[in-house]
Nanobody, 121 residues
Framework: QVQLMESGGGLVQAGGSLRLSCAAS????????VGWFRQAPGKEREFVSA????????SYADSVKGRFTISRDNAKNTVYLQMNSLKPEDTAVYFC??????????????WGQGTQVTVSS
């Protein structure tokens, strides 16, 4: 089992940037694919991005392509989500999740508690 903790959320103006971090404790993160998901008030949780164990594969939701970049530093046991050109519709609680299976975006096993991102217009 792996415990995940997100950080880096906050309040930013539209057009600004934030970098989220997902750190793992209790176990090395390098054996897991990691994804970022978000949930806005009154909406269902949605997939944002994912990265494979080695970083060789990445996926993005159409709504964030070209603006968000996922990366990982396995030496630091951390996965990042660089978010640029933020829009008010990016406002949500962002969660990181981990699983052995890179493609199981609907069924990742381990989840963090989330970090709030608020983008003001």
């Amino acid at each position: 089992q792996v415990q995940l903790m997100e950080s880096g959320g906050g309040l930013v103006q539209a057009g600004g940037s934030l970098r989220l971090s997902c750190a793992a404790s209790t176990r090395t993160l390098s054996i897991y694919a990691v994804g970022w998901f978000r949930q806005a008030p009154g909406k269902e949780r949605e997939f944002v991005s994912a990265i494979s164990q080695t970083g060789g594969r990445t996926s993005y939701a159409d709504s964030v392509k070209g603006r968000f970049t996922i990366s990982r530093d396995n030496a630091k046991n951390t996965v990042y989500l660089q978010m640029n050109s933020l829009k008010p519709e990016d406002t949500a609680v962002y969660f990181c999740a981990a699983d052995w299976r890179y493609d199981a975006f609907d069924d990742y096993e381990y989840w963090g508690q989330g970090t709030q991102v608020t983008v003001s217009s």
